[in-house]
């Protein structure tokens, strides 16, 4: 299909419907057009940001709308754009803005002889309204860092780590004994963070001697990431004191995750440690980002994003507040659905199983759309994300 030299696009919370068909080598236009009410000046910003950085090539305009709800005004704006081109090859992208704003520009178009597509994100097809033709397939895949920008944010750290096959043995092993390392994990979680601000060394007390700890800090050692010297522990560096601190289970997420990309074509990106700041999606802000939320590991499946929260600690503690620590990790998981637009997924990967044993904590998730894999599921992850994101075709 010859692509469309101009989209108009209505531009709204979410941006996705608006991106694939731009980025797509077969519906890439030569200028794309956000059509955009003020209350979503900063949404197209944001998302000019990224067309600008992606799509090499395209002229990215803007056209102002008045109130997003006066249907008169609207109709008058799309008329008199469609004047002042009359003849140019450009089509409508239907799926954004408000209703209103879609019936408005869809009724103009079409009165214009005009072509106007859909965007079905939940298959990444394109239909063309009015035509016989079967929904054409989207086969641009954006990358994490992509979607958060398209939504207004920053990352201002982004990791693809490179896993040694030490620190994957390592993590098979902790995996292995889910059931009984629990405890000895939490202390090793305090002493790496005890050791954080001690030039990466921290002492055992007689409190934190057992046999259970012993054995896990002797595989942290055969790993290479840290040394004991009687009571003294000592981190290689502040990567092992971090992996020590509950980073391992982060890496076995993203491992996970990447094999399972063999698998899954529509999985397109993986990424750990990702930093989200509001601000800088325009160029032209001097302004600095501020770091808002990290995010252990991220994936887009379906050009969806999906956020995974890892806990090695025990959840069954008070927080800082009121809360247990299972509450306030479901609490930060709603927060960060917000960053990827209304199709984001979100899970809760729990070593020591407390989210399992609590009912309360279970509708609690439920109700606020989180998956949970907890104790045991862990020995079967790539199962239990297949089965839960993955199979459905979602």
């Not at 629990?182 to 601000?197: E, I, S, Y």
Request: net charge neutral; charged share 25%; proline share 2%.
């Amino acid at each position: 299909m010859t692509p469309y030299d101009t989209h108009l696009c209505l531009v709204s919370a979410q941006a996705t419907p608006n991106l694939l068909p731009v980025l797509d080598e077969t519906w890439r236009p030569r200028r794309v057009v956000l059509a955009c009410s003020a209350q979503m000046k900063a949404a197209a910003i944001a998302l000019r940001a990224v067309i600008q950085t992606k799509g090499a090539g395209i002229a990215v305009d803007t056209l102002d709308l008045p109130n997003a709800y006066d249907y008169a005004a609207l109709s008058d704006a799309f008329l008199d754009y469609l004047a002042e081109h009359a003849n140019e090859n450009i089509a409508l992208n239907v799926t954004g803005g408000t209703k209103l704003m879609a019936v408005a520009a869809q009724e103009v178009f079409r009165s214009e002889g005009k072509p106007v597509f859909y965007v079905n994100v939940e298959n990444d097809e394109v239909l063309v309204i009015g035509e016989k033709a079967v929904s054409q397939p989207l086969l641009a895949k954006l990358k994490v860092h992509e979607m958060l920008r398209a939504h207004g944010y920053t990352v201002t750290t982004q990791e693809h780590p490179q896993v040694t096959r030490e620190l994957r043995d390592l993590t098979a092993r902790l995996i292995d004994h889910v059931a009984s390392a629990g405890r000895a994990l939490g202390a090793l979680n305090a002493l790496a963070r005890a050791a954080r601000d001690n030039n990466l060394r921290v002492e055992l007390n007689r409190d934190q001697s057992s046999l259970a700890l012993g054995d896990i800090v002797a595989l942290f050692v055969d790993a290479g990431l840290l040394r004991q010297q009687g009571d003294m522990l000592i981190f290689k560096d502040e990567e092992s004191r971090l992996f020590a601190n509950g980073g391992w289970l982060e890496s076995h997420v993203y491992e996970a995750l990447q094999s399972l990309r063999s698998q899954h074509e529509a999985l397109s990106d993986v990424a750990t440690g990702v930093r989200v700041g509001f601000g800088g999606a325009d160029p032209r802000s001097t302004a600095r980002a501020r770091d808002k939320n990290e995010i252990d590991v991220a994936f887009l499946y379906r050009n969806t994003l999906h956020l995974i929260e890892c806990k090695t600690a025990n959840l069954a503690q008070v927080g800082h507040g009121d809360d247990s620590k299972a509450t306030e990790a479901i609490y930060k998981m709603e927060s960060l659905l917000k960053l990827g637009g209304l199709r984001t997924k979100g899970m809760v990967v729990d070593y020591r199983g407390e989210l399992a044993r609590s009912e309360a904590n279970q509708k609690r998730a439920a109700e606020a759309g989180i998956a949970i894999v907890s104790g045991a599921q862990l020995k079967d992850l790539k199962g239990a994300i297949g089965r839960m994101w993955l199979a459905k075709g979602v």
